[in-house]
């Protein structure tokens, strides 16, 4: 199923009703403006790409897997929120920039770009393979450094524009078992403030939220594959419960609208103070 789009401001299915309910609900800055959500097909990226819908803006919701991104941005079309559904492996280049190229021609300017897809490759240092490893930087890291380089060269000339990285606190604490994912994650982070820094005379935000441990599908089967004792490890968490995907998503918003101006290079853990607390805690993300 397409998405309609007579102009950048009528979107079938999109109600007047639906419409109000947003303009009263938006952070400022965020109706009508157009965000990218990659790796959006479920989890953590499904609930960023609902929220920021719900709060007025157009959102092109990518997927490698495209079955999931129309499944997806099918659910939230039937909502009256107004998602595109977009196929692309954000560790290639040329897929890339065709679906920015799209957003663009089809929704409008690109304004938000949330960096969200990634991957866990586990497996003890000595026994992880080097296909396992390149695996991980080419889409934690990678991805989000091409993503983001397609994204600033449309709002570099607009002076405009919001990244926002979705690491973890798996980039800010050592673990066992996880080294790639681990070290893809703090590339993320240091990535973030290294654009922030080039991107803050042309107007454009960058930030980077670090989910620590949150109830999403991911978590309860990787939890299932490793024999981990989730109940054990929530009971570690200062807040005494995990986070929620929702937690996030409105975070993102916050760092898209225009309240958040001039917040950039900042990395926030979202995680109950999990990552001040506990030195090891696996699977978050």
């Known amino acids: 199923m397409e998405l309609l789009i007579g102009s ?18 938006s952070m400022s800055g965020l109706q009508d403006r157009v965000a990218i959500v990659t790796g959006g097909g479920r989890g953590i990226g499904r609930t960023i790409a609902q929220v920021l819908a719900q709060k007025g803006m157009r959102v092109g919701l990518n997927d490698v897997n495209i079955v999931a991104a129309e499944t997806t941005a099918q659910e939230l079309r039937a909502e009256g929120l107004p998602v595109l559904a977009l196929a692309g492996d954000v560790s290639r280049k040329a897929e890339v ?17 949330v ?25 934690d890291a990678k991805g989000v ?3 983001s380089q397609a994204a600033i060269k449309k709002m570099i000339p607009r002076r405009g524009g919001r990244i926002v990285n979705i690491a973890s606190i798996a980039g800010m604490i050592a673990r066992t078992g996880e080294i790639a994912y681990c070290s893809a994650k703090a590339a993320v982070i240091h990535f973030t403030r290294c654009l922030a820094v080039e991107m803050a005379p042309h107007g454009i ?13 991911m978590l309860t089967v990787t939890a299932k594959e490793r024999g981990l004792d ?3 490890m929530v009971k ?9 995907e929702a937690d996030h998503a409105h975070l993102v918003a916050y760092f898209a609208s225009d309240e958040a101006a001039h917040v950039t290079g900042q990395v926030v853990a979202v995680d109950g103070a999990q990552s001040l607390s506990h030195p090891y805690m696996s699977c978050e993300h």
């Open 8 to 25: 950048h401001t009528d979107i079938v299915g999109w109600t007047e009703t639906t419409r109000g309910r947003n303009e009263a609900n």
């Open 236 to 244: 570690l968490i200062p807040a005494g419960r995990m986070a929620e």
């Open 145 to 147: 450094f091409l993503c």
């Open 97 to 113: 920039t065709a679906m920015i190229d799209r957003v663009e021609a089809e929704l409008g300017p690109l304004w938000l770009l």
């Open 205 to 217: 935000t960058v930030n980077c939220l670090c989910p620590g441990m949150t109830r999403t599908e």
């Open 230 to 232: 989730l109940d054990r």
């Open 115 to 139: 960096n969200n897809a990634g991957i866990l490759n586990a497996a003890p240092a000595a026994e992880l393979t080097e296909e396992a490893w390149d695996e991980a930087f080419n889409v």
